[in-house]
Structures are given as C-alpha cells and as structure tokens.
C-alpha cells in the first residue's frame, strides 16, 4: 500500500512514517470556507502510479474551517471527524436533530454523501477527518487515552460517534462496526506525546504529527501514548489555528482495513 503522498515521508527503520502538519500545504477550498492539509493518500488499487489527484482508497487529513457551509459531497465515502481545537461546529445531517461536536468528544462517523450543513459555535476550529471509499476498505477513527494500551485489533472495534443514534446537542459513543485486523494502523497528536510501541524505543511526537505503519501485522501490538518528554529536543511549530478548549488530550488512534477491490 501507499504511504503518505502530501509528501514523500520514507518509512524510518522502526516502520513508521512520521508526516508533520507543519509541513504539508495548506490547499484552500473551492468555497473559501477553510483549508486543507493533507497527511496521507492511499492510492486506490488500479490507480497507481498516477497523478496526486488520482482516485484514493483512504485519506487523512486536517482542516482549517473559518466559515459556515456545507461540507463537500463524497458519495461512496465513509467519514470519520473530530474536533482538534476551537469551540466546534454544529453539523446538520439529514434526518438528524442538529448535532454539536466539541473537542473532546468522541469522533463522529457519517456517510460521506450526507454533505452536512456546518455552522462554527464560536469561531474557527481545527478538525481532524479520516475518509475511506467503501469499496476497497474501512476505517475507524478512535481517541486515545495517555497510558491506555491499544492493539491494531482492539482499535478496530473502538468507539464512534454513529449519527443515526445520536441527540441533539449529545453525541452518541457506541460500538463501531467490527472489522478484519488492520493492514495498517496510525496514530495522531494534536499536542506533544511519546508513542511507546514494544520492543521499539519510544518516539517522540511534536504536535500535530500523524504516525503511520503501512503493514500493522509487522507490529500488531499494543501502542501506548504517553505524556511527553521535556527533554526529547526541539518541538515541531504547529501552523497558526485557533486555540485548544478541551483540557482531554487531542489524541487519535486510525486502522484501516484493506479489502479486495470489487470486480
């Protein structure tokens, strides 16, 4: 499978890419309401070797919304979003009573061709999205919790927000829809953290940095992030955003979970 291709992150020797916010583009939307810093594309199977804007099996990325409007259609696309920092959004799905997502609250799993109208609460927030066409696969986009093992495995059973069961004004966190084990697995920290993995040295994550391993059954065990080391070195700057309101660690675990293309 791919690694990231907003920018071309060779695999460090312990496995991992380590793709940093700070370093990938901002792209602005078509409509001016915000950017978009991709993290990771995996190309859809068929498609390699074609341009950045060819069609892609997962895609990771950070966003930047500055103004109300509706997100963007993606029929055939499973989403999963959460709210980094700021005060959140109020999202208008169809069929649903308006629902408001804070940071800190689990992440919300939506059919990408809802496009949901999205009002900000209070300013502008960072956002965190994980989408995946259905044919060639599935996702699950958890938090994290400092000191709190995960396997790729148990991560791929994690907790969702699913909009079908939730209120208004009160996200639902329910049992995400059960998948194979992983093919690849990630974590994400929108502050500093270390990722401890066994028989691996800890890393060092600045915030704002997505660790990904291409091949989650060459470490299939369990992950753990932990408070960071005053000491590790320099911390990476993240791009200038709104400021965080949630005193819960902005911190992700991602699988995603290949499946055979459709004939």
């Known amino acids: 499978m791919s690694g990231p291709r907003a920018r071309d992150v ?13 370093d ?12 978009t810093r991709e ?11 074609a341009t950045a804007d060819a069609a ?15 997100f963007s259609a993606f029929p055939g696309i499973d989403r999963h979003f959460a709210v980094l920092s700021g005060a959140g959004v109020r999202l208008h799905l169809p069929g649903q009573a308006p629902l408001d997502c ?13 496009a949901p109208g999205c009002a900000l609460l209070d300013g502008a927030t960072r956002d965190l999205n994980v ?30 927000t699913v909009t079908a069961t939730a209120t208004a004004g009160a996200p639902a966190s329910v049992p995400a829809p ?9 974590a994400y920290v929108g502050t500093p953290a270390r990722l401890a993995r066994a028989g691996h040295p800890d890393v060092a994550l600045s915030a ?8 989650a059954r060459e470490d299939d065990g369990p992950w753990t992030l932990l408070a960071a080391d005053p000491d590790a070195g320099e911390a990476r700057p993240l791009p200038p955003g709104p400021t965080a309101t949630s005193a819960i660690a902005p911190w992700f675990w991602i699988t995603y979970s290949a499946s055979p293309p459709p004939r």
Not at 56 to 70: E, F, K, N, Y
Not at 105 to 112: I, M, Q, R, S, T
Not at 208 to 215: C, E, V
Request: hydrophobic share 45%.
């Open 10 to 22: 060779p695999a460090r020797e312990d496995g991992l890419r380590l793709v940093h916010l700070h």
């Open 56 to 70: 892609w099996a997962l895609r990771i990325s950070v966003a930047d919304i500055a103004t109300d409007g509706p």
């Open 208 to 215: 704002g940095t997505l660790a990904w391993l291409d091949d």
């Open 131 to 160: 989408m995946v066409d259905r044919r060639f696969g599935r996702a699950t986009l958890a938090r994290a919790h400092a000191g709190a093992p995960a396997t790729a495995a148990t991560t791929a059973t994690g907790t969702a």
């Open 39 to 49: 993290l990771l594309r995996v190309v859809a199977p068929g498609a390699e070797g």
């Open 24 to 35: 990938v583009p901002a792209q602005a939307w078509k409509n001016g309401g915000g950017v």
């Open 178 to 186: 059960a998948q194979a084990t992983p093919r690849a697995r990630g």
């Open 102 to 114: 804070r940071a800190g609250d689990p992440p919300l799993a939506f059919d990408g061709a809802d």
